[in-house]
């Protein structure tokens, strides 16, 4: 258990519809990371945030946003859903400081559109 | 940027034999590698990483890392694989830029340990 947790496991929903997929870090991680899981793309970092604010942006679509809340729990919203968006998404989350190249993932969040 | 490559999408190894799987990267400044495995319907987890310091790197389950500069090359290691071992496994490579720690992955390695 890296001690991520990541709700909901599953999630099936319908094009055009709007979903909201929910991140806790482990206790004391001040970084929080969304990656994207595809089976063509492979392994996408998405956006990261850092005690609330957003601290680096990768290839995240402008349907997509992130935010990070004072309790450090991050929500990933994605909106104006379309079938290349199935993927399985995880969180990740990291201390501050020199060694915080090692990130700890959650179990993902499995998004199916239909 | 930085990136890593792997350059097999599948190994086969029988049981009780030697595993390597590959990895190059190409990075601008000091490299931070790592290494990470993802079991079927689970997360990564991480297995080891090379900041600075000795070319082999030991890590979780028996794993290493050799550490080759002048190949460019972080290569996985176990002397001797278990079935238990198969998964997909994760080269990444951690971004430098200032205040930010994401990886970038390789697009992954699917081990397959034969009884």
């Known amino acids: 258990d890296s001690g991520v947790t990541q709700t909901p496991k599953h999630l099936i929903t319908a094009t055009g519809q709007r979903v909201t997929l929910r991140c806790s870090p482990r206790?004391?991680?001040?970084?929080v990371y969304w990656y994207q899981q595809s089976l063509d793309q492979g392994l996408q970092f998405l956006i990261q945030y850092y005690n609330g604010e957003e601290r680096a942006k990768g290839n995240i679509l402008e349907r997509f946003s992130a935010q990070q809340f004072p309790d450090l729990h991050s929500e990933l919203n994605l909106s104006s859903l379309e079938l290349g968006d199935s993927a399985l998404y995880f969180c990740?989350?990291?201390?501050?400081?020199?060694?915080?190249?090692?990130?700890?993932f959650g179990e993902g969040s499995r998004l199916t559109v239909l | 940027a930085q990136s890593v490559a792997q350059p097999e999408d599948q190994v086969n190894v029988a049981e009780g034999n030697p595993l390597t799987v590959k990895c190059t990267y190409s990075v601008s400044g000091n490299p931070y590698l790592f290494w990470y495995v993802q079991y079927p319907n689970r997360g990564l987890q991480f297995l080891l990483k090379?900041?600075?310091?000795?070319?082999l790197v030991k890590g979780s389950y028996g794993f290493e890392a050799e550490f080759n500069k002048s190949q460019t090359s972080f290569h996985l290691k176990k002397p001797s694989a278990l079935v238990s071992d198969s998964a997909l496994y994760f080269c990444?490579?951690?971004?430098?830029?200032?205040?930010?720690?994401?990886?970038?992955f390789g697009k992954g390695t699917k081990l397959s340990v034969i009884p």
């Open positions: 990740a989350s990291s201390v501050a400081g020199r060694d915080a190249g090692e990130l700890f």
């Open positions: 990444a490579v951690r971004h430098s830029g200032a205040g930010s720690y994401q990886l970038t």
């Open positions: 090379y900041i600075t310091g000795d070319n």
């Open positions: 206790s004391g991680d001040l970084s």
